[in-house]
Each structure stands twice: as structure tokens, then as C-alpha cells.
């Protein structure tokens, strides 16, 4: 039986992703062997074949790229506050 790893990071989720991509193992059994591991709401079969095709196409950053949008507003202060509430 496996030990199950909850609220994985996601640059961990990819660099296990790359690894089992560098091992020529496949996209599908990859998203099998990831929920085995980090539970049924780890990443979507989809996003594994996306990010297997990246890497596939020379990508080697396993980080999320900045995205614009809207900017987050919780700061140190903030979640300060929102603990001594608690």
C-alpha cells in the first residue's frame, strides 16, 4: 500500500511529472501513478499530457510562469491580522 502525500506543491507534482516523461513512461500512466500517490484531485489527465508535451518541446522549469491578472492583495499584514482574529 502506498502512503498518500496531501497539498502536494505543483513544481513538485511536475518534476515528478518530467521524471516519469524522462523514463519514456506514458502520459496516462503517469496521471495513474500521480493519483495513486496525491489523490484523485492532484492534476487532471489533461494537464499531465500538457505538461508532457512541454517538456517533450525542451521545457525544463517545472515553476508555473507568471501570469497577469489580477494582483493578490494578502500580505504579511494581512494574514497577521486575519491570525490574531483567529
Not at 511536475?14 to 524522462?22: D, K, P, Q, T
Request: aromatic content about 6%; some cysteine; charged content about 30%.
Amino acid at each position: 500500500m502506498f502512503k498518500t502525500i496531501a497539498d502536494p506543491a505543483d513544481c513538485e507534482v511536475h518534476s515528478v511529472i518530467r521524471f516519469l516523461n524522462a523514463k519514456k513512461v506514458k502520459p496516462a500512466e503517469i496521471h495513474r501513478q500521480l493519483i495513486k500517490i496525491y489523490g484523485e484531485s492532484v492534476m487532471t489527465d489533461g494537464m499531465v499530457r500538457k505538461w508532457v508535451r512541454q517538456f517533450n518541446d525542451g521545457r525544463t522549469n517545472v515553476h508555473d510562469e507568471a501570469r497577469s491578472g489580477r494582483p493578490s492583495v494578502v500580505n504579511d499584514g494581512l494574514v497577521a491580522k486575519v491570525n490574531e482574529k483567529i
